[in-house]
């Protein structure tokens, strides 16, 4: 079964400073794809950025970046000049290409900002 | 478009009651998935649904616990009779068919936080 794990409970960051949040995960599969989600107090799950595991480039969205190493199943969100809106549960996700899309989350990092 | 809707986003009920929660999927989207959020076990998927019909299952606790989708639009998740430890927030999720755009990205609704006294 495929498992993902967050090691860091909480993080925090002064604002408009970069931060890293981790992510590992366990997977048989050679196709799959991994996606960071954002849980703010209001608890909407917010879709940040995806990964499709055969593309060698990292994914980018404005801020937000990955770093996505296959050999070492590691996949980590890099936040850069990091806003007070920031603030939230970060969930890190993968789901399988074919056969099954249920999505296994880790169990979550808690982002402050320090203003 | 609306996003996916869930009612009610909030629901208080005493033990041994019957509740049910509702989803209405993105219109287009063929996957519906119900999800579990607690302290103890984190996010879980309950099950899942593909143009109308189950594919897994696996994650429903008991039979206590029931879902259907009569139709493209709508499901709903049925637990009878409910106890505490069902208290959670439940989430629905919708995503494209495949070989549609990005057809492993799914889109969350607002929540239904269930509390059983």
């Known amino acids: 079964a495929q498992t993902v794990t967050q090691s860091q409970p909480e993080m925090s960051v002064q604002e408009a400073e970069t931060v890293t949040l981790s992510c590992t995960y366990d997977?048989?599969?050679?196709?799959?794809?991994l996606f960071w989600y954002k849980q703010p107090p209001s608890r909407q799950m917010i879709l940040v950025i995806r990964q499709e595991a055969y593309k060698q480039q990292n994914a980018t969205e404005n801020r937000f970046s990955v770093n996505f190493q296959k050999a070492a199943k590691s996949f980590s969100l890099k936040i850069s000049d990091s806003q007070l809106g920031d603030a939230a549960m970060y969930f890190c996700a993968y789901s399988r290409d074919f056969g099954n899309e249920k999505l296994t989350f880790g169990t979550g990092t808690r982002l402050t900002i320090i203003p | 478009d609306a996003g996916v809707i869930q009612s009610p986003r909030h629901e208080v009920t005493e033990m041994g009651q019957e509740v049910t929660l509702r989803c209405k999927p993105i219109s287009g989207h063929d996957y519906l998935f119900w999800y579990r959020q607690t302290m103890m076990r984190g996010l879980e998927l309950l099950i899942y649904?593909?143009?109308?019909?189950?594919?897994?299952d696996s994650g429903m606790p008991e039979d206590r616990f029931s879902a259907k989708m009569p139709n493209a639009s709508f499901s709903t998740l049925k637990i009878q009779p409910s106890e505490p430890r069902d208290s959670a927030v439940y989430f629905c999720a919708s995503s494209l068919p495949r070989g549609q755009g990005l057809h492993n990205e799914q889109f969350f609704g607002p929540g239904t936080r269930l509390t059983v006294l």
């Open positions: 997977t048989s599969e050679s196709d799959y794809y």
């Open positions: 649904f593909n143009n109308n019909v189950p594919i897994d």
